[in-house]
């Protein structure tokens, strides 16, 4: 069975403070539809231009990275889909925001323990947030 945890790499001073992160299934399961919701609280406006670079790794082997310009994947409905209760137009003003993202997981993930770093930054490429998600997908010894 799969375990995960997430810290908030990020500083108080960042735009986009995170509150809390579900997933779903959880334990996320290989070949499922994943949902994560992540629940932050934004304290200066977003505009266009805001992205995300994302990488996974698989201890220190890099396994996918990509850069996502958020609000790209708002609009856009791709396998990788990001969607967030504020609507998918920028700019995304101060207060609570909920963001959803879905993707399948596929079967083949090795057993074996994965690091998700995300970094997102506004338009101007200052600091937005930054998170750290582990996933384990080790199954017990029986």
């Known amino acids: ?44 406006e977003i505009a266009d231009g805001a992205y995300a670079d994302v990488v996974v790794k698989l201890g220190l082997i890099k ?10 994947e708002l609009k856009a409905r791709s396998e990788w889909s990001l969607t967030a209760d504020s609507g998918d137009g920028a700019p995304v003003g101060p207060g609570p925001v909920t963001l959803t993202f879905e993707a399948r997981l596929p079967k083949e993930i090795p057993q074996a323990k994965f690091t998700v ?19 384990s997908f080790i199954k017990p010894l029986r």
């Open 1 to 44: 069975m799969a375990e995960w945890t997430y810290d908030d790499m990020g500083t108080t001073g960042d735009p986009l403070q995170i509150e809390s992160i579900t997933l779903t299934p959880d334990p996320p399961e290989p070949g499922k539809d994943l949902k994560a919701v992540l629940k932050a609280n934004v304290t200066e």
């Open 63 to 72: 396994m996918f990275s990509k850069r996502f310009d958020l609000f790209s």
């Open 117 to 135: 770093d995300v970094g997102a930054y506004t338009a101007g490429d200052d600091d937005l947030a930054a998170l750290r998600l582990k996933i």
